[in-house]
């Protein structure tokens, strides 16, 4: 395993800058997801790390290694693809062992590592079969296989779950994490799906336009964005406009003055962000309303049964308010039906200033 180190890394095509002087520094080890939606570089730069595409300008170090010139097979990345990349006439054994057959390793050294990679991904009862006789998480699990068999110092995946369907792809990122800890390798993930990111990876950097908006722990991105969009790209907020009213304060466009707990660090003091699910609803005012509580009152416009929440969507003179409630075998949510003018409440300390 190795450390990756990017400095100052840039890359355009035919004019328009796809990566802009990024800088990371990625531990031993760790498990780093780049977020972002399509376009904003995110595996510009995982291509860059993997030397399938050489960068304008800027550095990128293994360790203390620099690698920035280097042919993709000169630098020990395992590379995952979206499609897989499978040899379709070959079995499942022979893909896996294919890297190593390239490297001229011996025979009996191919196959006792091809066997322990594909018991690491509990695929060896299936080593005598083709590609088309596999579903797609166990043609993932080969892919994997095939990333891990040669020890890496990195593991490089590019959307590598977007191809199976939702309950198959929970299934295998599991697996993913499980296997990326058993190895302690250092592993390095490109998704849109921000499920996928908080669920598997220890950091995140989310990434708009070629740079990096904000890098950190999935709890402490989701808890204290750093911007407008890590706040709507990272979960869902409700965003209330209006204008900072002095320390702690803010005025909505309605005239009423709320208070908040955070500011963004590139908060430009015109929204409002609150989680649906840091929102009390009630008839009237608050039953136990806290010391900090903020409280406006809004219309009921839809009620969404969504299975473990209900979703209430709210008109708050103008604006939309979303609040989920969770559902369970105890102390079920009160039920607010549409058209009723209720209160939605929280805590200042859960509202950040954007």
Known sequence: ????????????YGGTVTVDRLDLDMREA????????????????????????????????????????????????????????????????????????????????????????????????????????????????????????????????????????AKLRAE???ELRRLQQDLALTTVFVTHDQDEAISVADRIAVMSAGRIEQVGRPEEIYAAPASLFVAEFLGMSNFLPGASDGPGRFRLASGQVLGFGRTGARARGATLAVRPENIRLSRGAPAEAPGDC?????????????????????????????????????????????GETVTAAWRARSAILL
């Not at 050489?54 to 170090?61: A, E, K």
């Not at 091809?114 to 080969?142: I, K």
């Not at 708050?316 to 607010?336: I, K, W």
């Open 172 to 174: 295998v990122r599991s």
């Open 30 to 165: 760790e498990f780093l997801a780049f977020l972002g939606p399509s376009g904003c570089g995110k595996s510009t730069t995982l291509r860059m790390i993997a030397g399938l595409a050489m960068p304008d300008s800027g550095r990128i170090l293994f360790g203390e290694r620099d690698v920035t010139r280097l042919p993709p097979y000169r630098r020990n990345a395992g590379l995952v693809f979206q499609g897989y990349a499978l040899f379709p006439n070959m079995t499942v054994a022979g893909n896996v062992a294919f890297g190593l057959q390239m490297r001229r390793t011996g025979k009996a050294e191919t196959e006792e590592r091809v066997r322990r990679a594909l018991e690491l991904v509990r695929m060896a009862h299936l080593a005598d079969r083709l590609p088309r006789q596999l579903s797609g998480g166990q043609q993932q699990r080969v892919a994997l296989a095939r990333a891990i068999v040669y020890s890496p110092d990195a593991l490089l995946l590019d959307e590598p779950l977007s191809a199976l369907d």
């Open 294 to 338: 903020q409280a406006v009152d809004a219309v009921v416009e839809e009620v969404l049964y969504r299975g473990s929440l209900v979703e209430y969507r709210l008109d708050l003179g103008g604006t939309r308010l979303t609040v989920h409630r969770q559902n369970g075998d105890h102390d079920r949510p009160e039920a607010f039906a549409r």
């Open 1 to 12: 395993m190795s450390s990756i180190t990017l400095q100052a890394l840039s890359k355009s």
